[in-house]
């Protein structure tokens, strides 16, 4: 079974920082571009920061512009691992993150992990 598992979530004050990890089972994603995505409550799931694949060139990131400068996306493609380091975390930073293929794969959302930065 093909599985993305989001982990790393907590509560968090606001200007901290936490560390997502997306790990991949059941086949690898070393071709795929990957991303990271929330959903606060109320709101639509919205994209955060995407990563390529790196097959002919270094992993290349993509933020959304209200990330930029505050969290970096990342790969380990031998651990099957995306990561999201996210520094100086504001309240409107609360939600749920997921990560999965980029563009997404409607077959490959998971059950996310909160991340809560009180103010």
């Known amino acids: 079974q093909v599985q993305l598992v989001e982990s790393g979530g907590g509560l968090v004050q606001a200007g901290g920082s936490l560390r997502l990890s997306c790990a991949a089972s059941g086949r690898t994603f070393s071709s795929d571009a990957m991303g990271w995505f929330r959903q606060a409550p109320g709101k639509e799931r919205e994209f955060v920061a995407a990563?390529?694949?790196?097959?002919?060139?270094?992993?290349?990131?993509n933020y959304a512009d209200f990330v930029k400068g505050r969290f970096t996306i990342s790969r380990d493609h031998a651990k099957n691992t995306v990561y999201l380091q996210m520094n100086s975390l504001k309240p409107e930073d609360t939600a749920v993150y997921y990560c999965?293929?980029?563009?997404?794969?409607?077959?490959?959302w998971g059950q996310g992990t909160q991340v809560t930065v009180s103010s």
């Open positions: 990563i390529t694949s790196g097959s002919w060139s270094a992993d290349r990131p």
């Open positions: 999965n293929t980029y563009p997404p794969d409607w077959a490959f």
